[in-house]
Nanobody, 125 residues
C-alpha cells in the first residue's frame, strides 16, 4: 500500500534549484515528524532534514544547512524540500519518510520507518 509519494526530481545544473514534494495518503502521519533522506550510488542512505508534526521545528544535516529548506502543509498532507545552490555531490535518490514514534524534528534516522519510492535528483557540473 503506497503511503508516501514523492515528485519534483530531475536534472539541474550546479547552482540551480529544485523543489521536491511528498504527499501522504496516511492521515495518521499528520501527528508525527516527517523528513527527507537521500541515497547516492554506492553510499548509505542519509537523513538530511526533518520537520516536527506542527512544522515549528526543523533539523538539517550540516551538508545542506543554509541551502535546503523543509516545510510542511498539514492541510494538504504534504511536505516539501526546497533545494537551492545545488552541487554535484547532492546527486542522489531522495526519499520522503514519516515517523510513527515521534513528533519532534529528530536527527535519529531509526525513528523514520515509512518510506516513499524516491525521486532522482541529478546535478551536473
Amino acid at each position: 500500500q503506497v503511503q508516501l509519494v514523492e515528485s519534483g526530481g530531475g536534472l539541474v545544473q550546479a547552482g540551480g534549484s529544485l523543489r521536491l514534494s511528498c504527499v501522504t495518503y496516511e492521515q495518521t502521519f499528520s501527528a508525527y515528524a516527517m523528513g527527507w533522506f537521500r541515497q547516492a550510488p554506492g553510499k548509505e542512505r542519509e537523513l538530511i532534514a526533518t520537520i516536527s508534526w506542527d512544522a515549528d521545528h526543523t533539523y538539517y544535516v550540516d551538508s545542506v544547512k543554509g541551502r535546503f529548506t523543509i516545510s510542511r502543509d498539514r492541510a494538504k498532507n504534504t511536505i516539501y524540500l526546497q533545494m537551492n545552490g545545488l552541487k554535484p555531490e547532492d546527486t542522489a535518490v531522495y526519499h520522503c519518510a514519516a515517523s510513527s514514534v515521534t513528533g519532534t524534528a529528530s536527527s535519529y534516522s531509526s525513528y523514520f520507518g515509512h518510506w516513499g519510492q524516491g525521486t532522482q535528483v541529478t546535478v551536473s557540473s
